[in-house]
């Protein structure tokens, strides 16, 4: 053996990303919905967060997985207005209501999330909504507001289901694109943080899944893209 091979540096392996990671360029969708006492996310309450995460199966569809759902006491001096608290149906003082306060609900929110993310090889989280800026502009507030850190979400860049189901089924509109979609919608539960998310969770799945070939050819035809180009 000479010198050179001796002390040559042996290469590195490099761990193909997870099927999951390399669909979303190293982001894990998590899809989430907030109920909220009014539409401004810096005055008006944080009320109830849910989110729905997704897998992918060993066929390459994109699947439900856990969920997770965080009633919210209102900040100090959180603004409601009785109009969306007749939407939503939620009494934020009801003494029987499971409410924890913004920041521990943030925290067990995102230690969920943060292990999702770790457990698909992805490198962060990235909000999955229907009208996501809305989802993504309350989350952001609270997070803000009570000083939680290590936010697991990117900042700014989101998935909107209203954009999407515009394009894959013409519908914008939540309840008339999860039922172009093919699956139910009760309207009675709308509004729900839950079942809003699980139901936005649907549509995503099944327009990431109908979109699938579309993907795969253009990864078979385009150079690796970086995990994380800093501007989502």
Partial sequence: MSQ????????EEQTPPSPIAARFRGFLPVIVDVETGGFNPATDALLEIAAVFVHQDDAGDLRLGD????????????NLEPASLQVTGIDPYHP???ALDEADALRRLFQEVRKAV???????????????????????????????????????????????GGVAYGQTVLG??????GFDWDGDNAHSAL????KTAELFCAIVNRFRPFFESAAGAAPPAPADGGNG
């Fill in 118 to 164: 770790k457990d698909a090889q992805c490198n962060r989280a990235i909000l999955v909504g229907h009208n996501a800026f809305f989802d993504l502009q309350f989350l952001n507030a609270a997070v803000t507001r009570s000083g939680v850190k290590r936010n697991p979400f990117h900042p700014f860049s989101s998935f909107d289901t209203a954009t999407l």
């Fill in 96 to 98: 029987l209501r499971p």
């Fill in 195 to 198: 079942y809003d998310a699980e």
């Fill in 176 to 181: 008339r694109a999860v039922t172009a979609a």
């Fill in 4 to 11: 050179n091979e001796a002390t040559a540096p042996v290469a």
């Fill in 67 to 78: 969920k997770s759902r965080y009633l919210v006491k209102p900040f100090p001096g959180a």
